[in-house]
């Protein structure tokens, strides 16, 4: 018999006849191509109420709490995405901005996480006497809480308002117009205080390319920022790449 999808046609199976298809099945492997095949022949397809609610009622107590779970593949793992889906999902996440109420859901869910004891005392274990207060490698002297405020003050956000409008809304440096803009202090916030309510020190810029700008003055600023206290290299690339990035 040549490989393929078949179509069960003729009398229904009867209920022993499906077990003893599932048991022959169990812990069988499927091929990529006929996972594949699966995938293409469920194409489309609706379930009906009463299916879903069999599947969701199968499938109890046996899904992963999250998607990273250990042990859990994902149905699709291999199989690969349509071109016409991968343009779908670009295309329904474009300029979509999370609310704060969904953001504020997310953030719920990770306090809900639970770590186990051994790993909590690795973490605290790794963290002991080490980046800590003055050693931490962010560390600015106390002034991150008042730069937040800084940050979250009406003064800013017509700052910031006033440089999107003269801007008009678009990304200065890759054209994006409109989505999830920022503004940037082309002379940077921390090194330039007496900058920082300047319309004309600032710029819009799309979320990717301020990742980029932050990058490009960090490594520019670095030796003013931390050059004066002696971290190493290591800590300068894990500033640049990861925290700040
Ligand atoms: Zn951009």
Known sequence: MPKGIYKHIGRPLSESHKIKI??????KKKSLEHRIN???????????????KKISKALKGKMPKNL????????????????????????????????????EKIRQGHLGIKFSE???????????????????????????????????????EEWRTKVFERDLYTCQDCGQIGGYLEADHIKTFSLYPELRFEVSNGKTLCKPCHKIKTREDLEQNWNEWYGKRN???????NVIGGIYG
């Not at 699966?38 to 879903?52: F, H, N, P, V």
């Not at 002991?128 to 991150?144: D, I, Q, V």
């Not at 971290?231 to 690339?237: C, P, S, T």
Request: aromatic share 8%.
């Open 22 to 27: 599932g048991l022959a099945n169990l812990g």
């Open 38 to 52: 699966m995938s293409k022949a469920q194409k489309g397809k609706k379930l009906s109420e009463e299916t879903r």
């Open 68 to 103: 990273f779970q250990k042990g859990y593949t994902p149905w699709n793992k291999g199989i690969p995405m349509l071109e016409e889906t991968k343009k779908k999902m670009s295309e329904s996440r474009n300029g979509h901005i999370v609310t704060k109420e969904t953001r």
């Open 118 to 156: 051994e790993h909590r005392k690795k973490l605290s274990g790794a963290k002991k006497g080490k980046y800590t207060g003055e050693r931490a490698s962010n560390w600015k002297g106390g002034l991150t809480s008042i730069n937040h405020a800084i940050r979250n003050s009406l003064e800013y």
């Open 231 to 237: 971290y190493g290299q290591f800590a300068r690339l």
